[in-house]
C-alpha cells in the first residue's frame, strides 16, 4: 500500500532533479491535477514508475511556483475548483507535472489520498474549491522557473505570514545603533590566514570529506495543506449548496440557535430533485437529518435527531442482559384455551396467536460485531419485520471495518432470516469526523444490504428513510422459516 498523504517522487522526476543539478536543463512546473484514479493498493515502487495519471478530471496549468528564501524550500501550489464538473469527484491522487527547458512534460510526483476530497458538480451559484501543495528542496534553484499567480486562494499560512507585524522605526534605530561598521571589521594581512594554513589546521583535525557517490541525497515534497471546507456566517441553512459547509449560530434554521453546526447538503435527481442535509454539532454530542421533497423552490421539514448508542433508550433491546428475581417463582402449566375470541376475564392467559402478534411486531437485534471479513458494517442493526408487507424496517449504530471504504459493499447481511432481498429504500451515511460526511442511496443483492455511492473507512454508519418514512427498508420475498 503506498505511504498516504506524502510526496512520492518518481522515477522521471528523480532524474529531472539530477539533470537540474548538474546544470544540465532548467525546470518548470506545467500543472498539478486532482483525478480520481485509486492508487491506494499500489506500492511506493510501483507509484515510483507511473508516467501518468487518468482520468484528469480537474487539471490546473502553471501553478504557482515560490522560494522560500529562509528554508530554501521550493513550493508549488494550486487551486482547483468545480466550475468545469458536470458530475462531483472523489479526489484520491494529486500529481505534479513538470517539463525541461526543451519542453517535454514529465509526471513528477504523486500524493496518495486514503481519504478523499469531494468536489460536487458545479450549481451555477457557488464554485467549491481545494487548495494543494507541495514543498521541495531542489539544490540549484536558478535553473527553476518561478512565477507568481494572481489567482490562487489565499491559504491560513498565507494569512499567518502577512500578518505578522511591520518592524518599528524606533526598533530598526536600535539596531542600526548596534551595527558593525566596514572599518572595525579590517585587520592588517599578517593577522589573516592563509589558505596554505587553513588546510594545514584541517588535516590536523583528520577531517575526510564526503563522498558524494555515497550520501544519499534527499528530496522532500510534502503534502502540505488541503482547503476545502467553507465557513458561512450569516444567511440561512435553507439556501447551503451542495456540498460540506460549517456555519456559525449566526445561521438562520439550524437545528438549534446555540452550537455550530457542520452541515453536508446534498441534491437528488429523484422525486422532484430534493435535497437533503445532515448537521453535526461543533461541540456537542448532536447530530439533526432532514429533507425537501420539492425541489429547489421548496421548503425543508423539521429537523430529525439521529441517536447516536448512548443515547438509545436502555430497554429498546436487553440483548445478553441477565434475569434475575427477588423472590421465589413457581411455575405452573397454563391452561388450555381453545376459544381465543371470547373475553376470559382478567386473567386470562395468552394464547399462542397473542405471542406470535407480539414476536411479529418486536424490534430485534443483528448483531454484526463478529461479523466475517466480506461485511463491512461491524455495529448493531435494530431491525422489524412486517410479514404482511413483505419488508423489514431497520437503523444502524455501529462503526464501519476500518479498511473498507469504497462502492457496492455488504453492509448488513440478513441471511438465514430473508431468503432473498428485492429492493433497498432511503439513505446511509458514513460519519467520518464533522467535516467528512459521505451518505449513498440503499441497494440490496441476494441478502446483503449494500451501498450505491462512496461510504468512507471507519465512519460511523447512520440509516434514515425516504420522505415520509422514520427508517430505511428492504423488501424481501420470503422469510426462511415460513
Known sequence: MATPNVGILTNAGKNLIDQVNAGQTKITFSKI???????????????????????????INNPEVTLDNGTGETRI???????????????????????????????????VSPNPNYLPEYDGVTPQAVTY???????????????????????????????QPYAKTVDVNQQLDKKVNVADMRKPASDVAGIEEVNAKQDKIGYTPADDSKVVHVVDMVNSDVYGLQIISSGSANDLPKGTIFCTNAVTDLPNKTDAWTIRTTYADVWGARRTQIAIADSADLMF?????????????????????DQLPPDLARTGQAQTFTAAQTFSIAPTIKDASKDKGDNQAATMADLKSVEESAWRVLDQSNAPSNISFRGQV???????????YFTTNGLMNISDSGYNLNLINFKGIVNNLLSGH?????????????????????????????????????????????????????????
Open 382 to 392: 435494530l431491525y422489524k419485520i412486517d410479514d404482511a408487507k413483505k419488508i423489514i
Open 133 to 163: 501543495s507541495y514543498k521541495v528542496n531542489i539544490s540549484n534553484t536558478s535553473n527553476i522557473t518561478f512565477t507568481n499567480s494572481n489567482d490562487i486562494y489565499v491559504s491560513d499560512t498565507d494569512l499567518a505570514e502577512a500578518l
Open 33 to 59: 491535477v486532482f483525478s480520481s484514479m485509486n492508487n491506494n493498493q499500489l506500492t511506493d515502487d510501483q507509484i515510483k514508475v507511473l508516467t501518468t495519471v487518468a482520468p484528469q478530471e480537474v487539471v
Open 77 to 111: 501550489r494550486a487551486t482547483g475548483n468545480n466550475k468545469a464538473l458536470d458530475d462531483g469527484v472523489y479526489v484520491k491522487t494529486y500529481a505534479v507535472y513538470a517539463k525541461n527547458d526543451s519542453g517535454n512534460e514529465i509526471l513528477y510526483g504523486i500524493t
Open 289 to 309: 437529518y432532514r429533507t425537501c421533497q420539492s425541489g429547489i423552490s421548496g421548503n425543508y421539514g423539521d429537523w430529525k435527531q439521529l441517536l447516536t448508542a
Open 426 to 482: 432511503g439513505r446511509l451515511a458514513s460519519v467520518s469526523n464533522k467535516t467528512n460526511i459521505r451518505d449513498s442511496d440503499i441497494s440490496a443483492t441476494s441478502t446483503y444490504v449494500k451501498n450505491s455511492e462512496w461510504l468512507d473507512t471507519a465512519g460511523n454508519l447512520v440509516s434514515y428513510g425516504d420522505p415520509g418514512q422514520n427508517y430505511a427498508y428492504v423488501i424481501y420475498d420470503s422469510l426462511v422459516n415460513n
